[in-house]
């Protein structure tokens, strides 16, 4: 089935950087977008970016510009979300969602919880 | 960026009444680019409805949304038990594709 796995919890001190990885199944990857969303405890959800699996064209919220970076492996079918320099209110949840085109986020990723604190 | 206002914060209605939640948007949604998600706790969110109207695949039909521009609407017929949860708005036509801040939904 349609699927998106993302990888486990991490804890992280302030300052440093974290990698998530998000690996689709059950369609042809590069024919969709991939896009993050976090939510902080108890708060709502907040969209930082999107990557293009087709071509890996980005587009990021200004908010994270220069602080996130959105890859993609097409050879494993994995998009990758690496956030640096971080702070205390990083702490969230983020998942990965798959983007149809000129569609909402259809597929979502179980979510990977980072926990900034030193 | 396109700010949205969801309303109310929380709604508590009896099994089997209709629920009715509203998004209003800070500027025209283009071409009726408005999903609603539903998010349980501690699980992920869910498409509900896309394109201000389509329900998304599984979808039960008792879930249906409505309006354009600037004013849109999700409406629960015949609130189950299982039900409960946040329900959030999203454009998804500019960039940033921002949020509603979510209503919760309680049963009664």
């Known amino acids: 089935q349609v699927q998106l796995v993302q990888s486990g919890a991490e804890v992280k001190k302030p300052g440093a950087s974290v990698k998530v990885s998000c690996e689709a199944s059950g369609y042809t990857f590069t024919s969709y977008g991939i896009t993050w969303v976090r939510q902080a405890p108890g708060q709502g959800l907040e969209w930082m970016g999107w990557i293009s699996a087709y071509n890996g064209d980005t587009i990021y919220t200004q908010k994270f510009q220069g602080r996130v970076t959105l890859t993609t492996d097409t050879s494993t079918s994995t998009a990758y979300m690496d956030l640096r320099s971080l702070r205390s209110d990083d702490t969230a949840v983020y998942y990965c969602?798959?983007?149809?085109?000129?569609?909402?986020?259809?597929?979502w990723g179980q979510g990977t919880m980072v926990t900034v604190s030193s | 960026e396109i700010v949205l206002t969801q309303s109310p914060g929380t709604l508590s209605l009896s099994p089997g009444e209709r629920a009715t939640l509203s998004c209003r948007a800070s500027q025209s949604v283009s071409s009726s680019y408005l999903a609603w998600y539903q998010q349980k706790p501690g699980q992920a969110p869910r498409l509900l409805i896309y394109?201000?109207?389509s329900r998304a695949t599984g979808i039960s039909d008792r879930f249906s949304g409505s309006g354009s521009g600037t004013d849109f609407t999700l409406t629960i017929s015949r609130l189950e038990p299982e039900d409960i949860a946040v329900y959030y708005c999203?454009?998804?036509?500019?960039?940033?594709?921002?949020f509603g801040q979510g209503t919760n939904l309680e049963i009664k």
């Open positions: 394109g201000a109207s």
């Open positions: 999203q454009q998804y036509g500019s960039s940033p594709h921002s």
């Open positions: 969602a798959r983007k149809p085109q000129e569609r909402a986020f259809d597929i």
